[in-house]
C-alpha cells in the first residue's frame, strides 16, 4: 500500500532507475507531506524521486519514538546540506582557488559515520556514503543499529562489475575511479536493496540474513527498458508503495503496488 497510507513514520525505499540500477533512499512523512531523501551521487543529496512505475518501501520494527527523532534528523540533514551548498557556492565565487567544499562525498568506506546537528562526521577510516550506507549512517546517527558489518564479506569482482554498469557521464566519471580504487583495496559495498533486507531482519542484521530477504525483494521490481536518464532538476509528485514478500516471518509488511 501507498507508504502515505500507512502509520508509519519513516522507512527505507527502493526502486529500479531507468539505466535498470537499483537505488535506495528514506521515506518520512513531515506534516501531510511525505518526503524522500537519498544520495543520488557524489555531493548531490536530494528530495525527491522522479516518477518510476514501481517502488518498494520497508520500515524496520524499531519504537515509534525512534522513528520520530529520524524523521526530524532526515529534515536536520537536508537543510544543513543546503546551507553547505550555499557556503560552497559563495565560496567558489569569492575564493575561485580554494579547495571545493564537499560535504557528502560519494564513496564505499563508511564504518562509523554520522549524521550530527551539524552534517556529516565521518568515521576514523571512512571516505564517505553510497545510498544504501547513507540510510544506514542516518539510523546509526540516532542510535539505531541497521546492519552488523562484522562478517560483511567483499565482493570485489561483482562489484567493480556493478560500476561499469553506470552511466558514463560528466558526474559519475571523476568519481568511478575512486569507487574501484577503494574496491580493490578491500573496502566492502553494501547494496540498495540489502538495506531493505535488513528492515525484514531482526537488527542488527546480519549478511546472510539481508542477501536472504533482498533477492527475493530485487525481483519484485521489473527489469526496464527505457534509455538512461538523470535525476530532473524539480520534483515531480510522490506516490510511494510498498510490496509484500510473501512469507509470514517478514517483520516489515510490503506490498506490491
Given at each position: 500500500m501507498p507508504f502515505a497510507s500507512t502509520d508509519r513514520l519513516a522507512a527505507a525505499a527502493l526502486y529500479r532507475t531507468s539505466a535498470g540500477i537499483l537505488h535506495s533512499g528514506l521515506f518520512y512523512k513531515w506534516g501531510s507531506e511525505v518526503r524522500v531523501l537519498h544520495l543520488a551521487w557524489d555531493n548531490d543529496l536530494q528530495n525527491h524521486w522522479p516518477s518510476e512505475p514501481q517502488?518498494?518501501?520497508?520500515?524496520?520494527?524499531?519504537?515509534p519514538e525512534k522513528l520520530l527523532m529520524l524523521r526530524g534528523r532526515c529534515d536536520k540533514i537536508w537543510r544543513n546540506y543546503l546551507k553547505a551548498t550555499e557556503a560552497a557556492k559563495d565560496a567558489a565565487e569569492t575564493q575561485p582557488k580554494a579547495a571545493k567544499i564537499n560535504p557528502l562525498p560519494y564513496r564505499y568506506r563508511f564504518s562509523l559515520s554520522e549524521f550530527t546537528d551539524r552534517g556529516l562526521r565521518l568515521g576514523?577510516?571512512?571516505?564517505?556514503?553510497t545510498c544504501a550506507?547513507?540510510?544506514i549512517t542516518v539510523f546509526r546517527s540516532i542510535g539505531l543499529i541497521l546492519v552488523d558489518e562484522?562478517?560483511?564479506p567483499a565482493r570485489t569482482a561483482e562489484d567493480l562489475a556493478f560500476l561499469d554498469t553506470i552511466p558514463k557521464t560528466k558526474t559519475t566519471l571523476p568519481i568511478l575511479p575512486l569507487l574501484k580504487e577503494e574496491l580493490a583495496s578491500g573496502a566492502i559495498r553494501i547494496r540498495?536493496?540489502?538495506v531493505l533486507g535488513a528492515c525484514e531482519c531482526q537488527t542488527p542484521a546480519g549478511f546472510a540474513d539481508c542477501v536472504e530477504k533482498s533477492k527475493r525483494i530485487?525481483?519484485?521490481?521489473?527489469?526496464?527498458t527505457a534509455p538512461p536518464e538523470e535525476f530532473p532538476p524539480t520534483p515531480p509528485p510522490a506516490e510511494q508503495s510498498r510490496t509484500k514478500a510473501g512469507r509470514k516471518t517478514s517483520r516489515a509488511e510490503r506490498r506490491r503496488r
Open positions: 517502488r518498494l518501501w520497508a520500515a524496520p520494527e524499531f519504537e576514523p577510516n571512512a571516505d564517505g556514503l550506507t547513507f540510510i562484522d562478517g560483511w540498495p536493496e540489502e530485487a525481483a519484485l521490481l521489473p527489469p526496464v
